[in-house]
T-cell receptor
Framework: KAGVTQTPRYLIKTRGQQVTLSCSPI?????VSWYQQTPGQGLQFLFE???????NKGNFPGRFSGRQFSNSRSEMNVSTLELGDSALYLCASSPPGIAGGQDTQYFGPGTRLTVL | AQSVTQLGSHVSVSEGALVLLRCNYS??????LFWYVQYPNQGLQLLLKYTTGATLVKGINGFEAEFKKSETSFHLTKPSAHMSDAAEYFCAVSEIGKIIFGKGTRLHILP
């Protein structure tokens, strides 16, 4: 099975711009989660989508949003970029399992976003 | 709320020596616990996980971890370090729909 794929792998934007990142989960996986990784804050949960619905959300401002399509692919959008948004954004998918989302998450390689 | 504490942001061991990476968790419910590894410029790869049952969990690349409820610990070990083990390791606890990660421990292997 192909793993989780993320596009693009690298992105450079300037302050004030917006950006859209894409994630394709492993075939058959319906849950997609997004994480932000920075040297200072480590790995922080952004949000999780399951069957096109946002099921969980972390403590990030409203500039960070996401969506999931019927084929389980997910996109994450960040509007009005700030310097502090520079980070590695990781997407993870989980196989169908018991309710509660405590299944193993499989991570993609990430998108490295640099905001200038 | 659940949380994870990893003791030591950097750990150095000699090649062939025992690897021990420490992790303590806080959870109000029986936890699902994970160890992930991240190599430079890559995503996270699952090493092993504990859900229920046997408290000694074996993972990939010769790693194992033991769940100790009384100590709220889930330390990662490997009997003999290899140069290829140099990476960053993350302990994590699962909550509904998300994973709470520790700050990570960077493992250095000395020749």
């Amino acid at each position: 099975k192909a793993g989780v794929t993320q596009t693009p792998r690298y992105l450079i934007k300037t302050r004030g711009q917006q950006v859209t990142l894409s994630c394709s989960p492993i075939s058959g996986h319906r849950s997609v989660s997004w994480y932000q990784q920075t040297p200072g804050q480590g790995l922080q949960f952004l949000f999780e989508y399951f069957s096109e619905t946002q099921r969980n959300k972390g403590n990030f401002p409203g500039r960070f949003s996401g969506r999931q399509f019927s084929n389980s692919r997910s996109e994450m959008n960040v509007s009005t970029l700030e310097l502090g948004d520079s980070a590695l954004y990781l997407c993870a998918s989980s196989p169908p399992g018991i309710a509660g989302g405590q299944d193993t998450q499989y991570f993609g390689p990430g998108t490295r976003l640099t905001v200038l | 709320a659940q949380s994870v504490t990893q003791l030591g942001s950097h750990v150095s061991v000699s090649e062939g020596a025992l690897v021990l990476l420490r992790c303590n968790y806080s959870s109000s419910v029986p936890p699902y616990l994970f160890w992930y590894v991240q190599y430079p410029n890559q995503g996270l790869q699952l090493l092993l996980k504990y859900t229920t049952g046997a408290t000694l969990v074996k993972g990939i690349n010769g790693f194992e971890a033991e769940f100790k409820k009384s100590e709220t610990s889930f330390h990662l070990t490997k009997p003999s370090a290899h140069m290829s083990d140099a990476a960053e390791y993350f302990c994590a606890v699962s909550e509904i729909g998300k994973i709470i990660f520790g700050k990570g421990t960077r493992l250095h292997i000395l020749p």
